[in-house]
């Protein structure tokens, strides 16, 4: 546990990328392959289901740092991390444990989970107690869930292959699926992701998917795209569609779906099993999974809002109504390997040629084959594109015809550009305030905002909260926004403050859908802070019939 705490520090107290490749580079060096085993997972973005409840955590950090619950409330909203908090507010222990990560996690936390909280406010004291103050915090933040140093899974993988030796996208196929939540890391594990390569390691990969290639934003004006993209001929041009990104692997007679956050959820989709019988082994496709209603127009996409996907995803057990509510379909765009041969390293256009045969000499419901688009003139394309909306799409997806399938948003092996549809937006006002985390723990930066119930005149007209945000502003401008939230506070609810209303922004946000669970009866989905309207009084802020305008 020390070394990884020592490791913790080292990548937090850079900014630097290659400080940091170094430090994990010395790190995988001399590590115990069952401490970096659990290493990657973590670093890689893993995080195992919460060991134990926030509340004990809270009482037990109280009562042994000897101090009243508002106290260690105000040093927490100080602070603006828990773990870090209650390491910083327990009195510091002499000894300090060498066991490994490793240990740490499979002997003593992972145990945790599911004891009752007594038990739990029994061996905490004695475990803490043996850890230094670094290796306090990391342990608390292992078990809260909190652990993040700023270090992307892409850095993981570039010093996992330099320390090994090898290509860095094999490395990175390797990791696909290592961060699940039904895997263990073990030192066995660990030892597959630095291993040499082997001429049979494709036949062995089981149900495993491959890294996702992703899309890089485009935000020029169209009348440039002649000059940055060449002719839209040399384009594959589909929708954007807007549902769960996923692979559908078939190999050895089973199916295995894949999330984008590599995350297995074949359980979640029973309408998609039936791929299992229809396609041939061998095969892997990348697509998008949607629910999808056809309706009485055959011309219009029968694609639904994700909020009703959204829906679905939350419910531990799918019953007949929920089915039958959101029946989902997979709309393919790529093909990824065809006959046990991967196709990545194909150009785009010949793994959809291959695509579509498959999809027409396998035809099934719950399979569809994502449309393309034509245009002579990038012009007549942003004309189809303004009918996103209305379709129910995000907008348009470009690939270069040529383009292989890369790892990541990378841009060595082709290019995929989304061209997506401008945001909604509407002017709100700023009511409620709460402190942000890591480098703005210090400032009140996470907003909830909100739109009148009624237009200008009307009696009893009140502010209706619909939407909360924390991105879009400056540095600046968050501090400004930081000592209004202070000077014109009403009202403290715990770590929340509620504000005289004076503050309107332009809120965006990519899409909206009816909500029973929110008071404004309305959610958004991503919203952040385009501009602060300091040219706008409040009275003169969006109400909901806005809103609503926007949901038809």
């Known amino acids: 546990m020390k070394a990884f705490a020592q490791l913790y520090l080292r990548l937090d107290a850079t900014t630097s990328s290659n400080a940091k490749l170094q430090a ?185 998917p491959y890294p996702f290639f992703l899309a890089h934003a485009l935000q020029a004006p169209t009348e440039q795209f002649d000059t940055l993209l060449g002719p839209p001929s040399n384009w594959q041009i589909e929708w954007k569609w807007d549902g769960i990104r996923a692979q559908v692997v078939k190999r050895e007679g089973q199916l295995w779906i894949w999330s984008r956050g590599e995350e297995l959820v074949t359980d979640r989709f029973p ?42 995803i939350g419910r531990k057990t799918l019953g007949k109504k929920v089915l039958a509510d959101a029946p989902v379909v997979l709309q393919a765009y790529d093909l990824l390997e065809w006959q046990g041969e991967d196709w990545r390293n194909r150009a785009q256009h010949e793994r959809r040629a291959q695509l579509e045969r498959l999809v027409q000499a396998h035809p099934l419901a719950p399979l569809l084959l994502s449309p393309l688009l034509e245009g002579d003139s990038w012009e007549a394309l942003a004309e189809q594109r303004e009918q996103s909306r209305n379709l129910g799409v995000e907008g348009l997806m470009l690939k270069q015809r ?25 002017d709100a006002v700023l009511i409620y305030a709460q402190r942000g985390h890591g480098r703005r723990a210090s400032l009140y930066s996470d907003y909830t905002f909100a739109v009148w119930n009624a237009p200008p005149g009307t009696p009893d007209r009140a502010l209706v909260p619909f939407a909360k945000a924390y991105s879009g502003l400056s540095d600046a401008e968050m501090r400004k926004v930081d000592a209004i939230v202070r000077k014109t506070t009403v ?42 309207r300091l040219d706008k009084p409040v009275d003169e802020a969006d109400d909901l019939a806005t809103l609503q305008a926007l949901l038809a």
């Open 24 to 208: 994990l580079r010395d790190y995988f060096a001399s590590a115990p392959a069952a401490d970096a085993a659990w290493a990657v997972y973590f670093l890689a973005g893993g995080r195992p289901r919460q060991l134990v409840p926030t509340r004990v955590l809270r009482e037990l950090a109280t009562a042994m740092a000897g101090l009243p619950e508002w106290l260690f409330e105000e040093s927490y909203q100080a602070v603006g991390d828990l773990a870090e908090a209650i390491s910083l507010l327990l009195p510091e222990s002499a000894h300090a444990s060498d066991e490994g990560l490793a240990h740490w996690v499979e002997v003593h936390l992972l145990p945790l989970r599911g004891l009752p909280a007594e038990e739990i406010q029994q061996r905490l004291p004695q475990l803490w107690a043996q850890l230094d103050r670094p290796s306090l915090m990391l342990c608390l933040k292992l078990i809260t869930g909190s652990f993040r140093v700023g270090v992307s899974k892409l850095l993981v993988t570039r010093a996992l292959a330099q320390l090994a030796e090898l290509d860095a996208k094999r490395v990175a196929q390797r990791l696909v699926g290592y961060t699940d939540i039904s895997h263990r890391p073990t030192a066995a594990s660990y030892q597959k992701l630095i291993a040499e390569e082997s001429a049979d390691e494709h036949s062995q990969r089981g149900g495993q």
């Open 271 to 312: 309408e998609l099993h039936g791929m299992a019988d229809s396609l041939p082994d061998g095969v892997v496709i990348d697509g998008e999974i949607l629910v999808w209603k056809p309706g009485a127009d055959a011309a219009k996409p029968a694609v639904q809002p994700f909020a009703l996907l959204q829906q679905r």
């Open 402 to 426: 040529e383009a292989l399938y890369g790892v990541g948003r990378t841009k060595d092996m082709g290019l995929w550009w989304k061209w997506k549809i401008d945001p909604f937006s509407v």
């Open 491 to 532: 009202e403290t609810f715990g770590p929340v403050r509620s504000v005289t209303p004076t503050l309107v922004f332009e809120l965006g946000f990519e899409g909206i859908a009816l909500s029973k669970r929110h008071k404004s009866g309305i959610a958004v989905r991503f919203p952040r802070m385009l501009r602060w």
